[in-house]
């Protein structure tokens, strides 16, 4: 795998950096367009990150295939209110009103992202060049570092679409920060290759909204490990809103990894269109990691569904210090 150089990268980052808004916002504009058409083999719909601007939290979620970024978050951190939803608001009825801001409006959707409270909300997010808009109408000093910060990190972010071997390097280095295994995260990587080809399988069946694949998602675990999702992430000890799959052992990666790989080729071989017919191809796939799982069981002596998870000390803590309040 060709790995991207730390030295190109900080090259893009100050080149992104040493630029006025204006041209950041051209340069992400014109980048961001031709993204769009671009199939992201590491970054999936929905999947969602926190980034840091000063130790100050901005959530982001993977939407159409490019970063949307929670607009309360920026306005919170670049105006310092505790009221971001309420300045908000009212900045929104103020560029409607009075800077034809209809163009950008239809750019703002609203998107589920977890809150403090452990719990997914929707919220008002935007694309990268309507965040820039946003900012440029909001009179703070704090304006300008965030901004170009911001770029860099738009910036970057792009680059993974572009190139996925960027995105899989900075997985690849997120999850050895945790603490994650190499052999861990080869598989892990491997299984997020696999699920996309897997999804993009089921766009082209006729497979769209993100109910049908948490049902399809739901069939092959449920026929693979003998447990639907909730299931499975009661026994690991985790919440609805934690990722099964980064709490996996190597064995039910590989597993999740041959039984959605199958799956894929059974609604190909089977031309499944519709639910009806992929549900059958996704309980087929399951058979296929039941089967596997049950030889290596046989021959382990034991049960390869496992308990473990990989939460940190602190957060296995804070939710038994949850449960008893």
């Not at 980048?31 to 719909?45: G, M, N, P, R, V």
Request: net charge positive; with cysteine.
């Amino acid at each position: 795998m060709k790995i991207v150089s730390e030295a190109e990268n900080m090259t893009k980052a100050l080149s992104v950096n040493d630029m006025s808004l204006e041209e950041a916002m051209v340069k992400l504009s014109k980048t961001t367009e031709s993204s769009k058409a671009i199939s992201t083999d590491f970054i999936q719909d929905g999947c969602s990150e926190v980034s840091l601007f000063k130790n100050q939290p901005i959530r982001k979620i993977f939407h159409k295939n490019e970063w949307f970024y929670s607009i309360v978050d920026i306005i919170r951190i670049i105006v310092g209110t505790d009221r971001p939803s309420k300045y908000w608001g009212d900045l929104k009825d103020k560029l409607l009103n009075t800077e034809g801001f209809f163009e950008l409006s239809d750019k703002i959707g609203k998107l589920k992202m977890v809150a403090s409270d452990g719990k997914k909300y929707p919220t008002e997010a935007a694309d990268a060049e309507t965040i820039f808009r946003i900012i440029q109408s909001i009179p703070s000093p704090n304006a300008e570092p965030f901004k170009r910060w911001f770029a860099r990190i738009a910036y970057e972010r792009i680059q993974e679409i572009q190139n996925p071997e960027v995105g899989a390097r900075r997985i690849m280095m997120l999850y050895k920060a945790k603490g994650y295994s190499d052999e861990w995260i080869t598989n892990r990587i491997k299984t997020i290759a696999a699920r996309k080809e897997l999804t993009d399988e089921w766009q082209r069946r006729g497979i769209t909204s993100a109910g049908e694949f948490a049902i399809l998602t739901n069939i092959i675990n449920k026929e693979t490990f003998d447990k639907n999702v909730q299931d499975h992430k009661i026994l690991k000890g985790l919440s609805k809103t934690d990722d099964l799959r980064d709490h996996m052992t190597p064995i039910e990666l590989a597993l999740t990894m041959l039984a959605e790989t199958t799956t894929k080729e059974f609604a190909k071989s089977m031309n499944a269109q519709g639910m009806k017919s992929n549900a059958d191809a996704a309980k087929k796939g399951g058979e296929v990691g039941k089967a596997a799982r049950i030889s290596i069981e046989r021959k382990l002596g034991k049960s390869v569904v496992s308990e473990t998870n990989y939460l940190t000390p602190r957060q296995k803590q804070m939710r038994i210090e949850n449960k008893k309040s």
